[in-house]
């Protein structure tokens, strides 16, 4: 009998025991948030005949774009760069320079496109990582110092159309579809160009993607390029040959006239 109760004893723990014991079905992850991004051209040749061009950033969302919903931020920056900036002095009504500032790591192009203002996106500490704003780049100023440079080397580049620091719209299509238009003015840098179309939900960067675009020199325009990195010598003479001759033509013009 005793052995029967301790059988029967087992059979009924022993399942209870069997469930205390297995381990916890895994709670499932769910996803990373989708955004899907891309560039209509990833190549801008500058001739001799170029004027300006645009980037256009198009792409979709898993969820609807909108003040409830997500939204997207795109950042396009250029080649970096060294710039030098002179305060102009008044001396006995002659202007001349006078103190100036270095500035390294400055962005030779700079621009920006949003849903919605990014103070209404992020907050300022994610803005200042993220460098979403003209005030948070990281430029290195040499030589006097003040605030006064910085904002006149803003004010140049600005001036230039090579930074956009206005936030142009993203405009929005069947509610996931987005594109966004940025300039390229006809002095743009060659060299490669960095694209980052960020989607931000809850006030935070949830997915980011990185585009590349290559602006590079093609035809007269590049071999006068490369004449003038590879033999410097020969192009300033025929730079100086092309003066004289151009003087000369001009003086034989007005002197007939």
Not at 90 to 108: D, I, K, M, Q, T
Not at 144 to 158: D, H
Not at 186 to 192: E, K, L, P, S
Request: include cysteine.
């Amino acid at each position: 009998m005793r052995r029967l109760a301790a059988l029967a004893w087992l059979l009924l723990v022993a399942p209870v025991l069997a469930q205390a014991q297995a381990p916890a079905p895994p709670q499932a992850i769910p996803p990373p948030p989708v955004l899907a991004a891309e560039l209509s051209l990833n190549r801008i040749e500058v001739t001799t005949a170029f004027s300006g061009a645009e980037i256009l950033v198009f792409g979709a969302t898993e969820r609807l774009i909108g003040e409830a919903g997500d939204q997207v931020v795109v950042l396009a920056t250029g080649p970096e760069t060294s710039m030098m900036v002179r305060q102009k002095v008044n001396v006995l009504g002659f202007w001349v320079n006078g103190a100036s500032a270095r500035f390294n790591r400055v962005p030779s192009y700079w621009a920006l496109a949003s849903t919605l203002p990014l103070p209404q996106l992020l907050d300022r500490v994610e803005r200042s990582e993220l460098r979403l704003g003209l005030a948070q780049l990281p430029l290195v100023q040499l030589g006097a110092q003040g605030g006064e440079f910085r904002g006149a080397l803003a004010a140049l580049q600005q001036q230039a159309g090579l930074w956009v620091d206005r936030e142009r719209p993203i405009e929005i299509s069947g509610g996931r579809l987005f594109h966004a238009r940025l300039p390229l003015p006809a002095t743009v840098a060659h060299g490669a160009y960095h694209v980052q179309v960020m989607l931000v939900r809850d006030r935070r960067v949830v997915a980011r993607q990185e585009l590349r675009l290559d602006v590079v020199r093609s035809g007269t325009a590049a071999q006068i390029a490369d004449i003038a990195r590879g033999q410097p010598v020969i192009y300033g003479l025929v730079c100086i040959l092309l003066a004289a001759l151009a003087g000369w033509l001009g003086s034989v013009i007005f002197r007939r006239n």
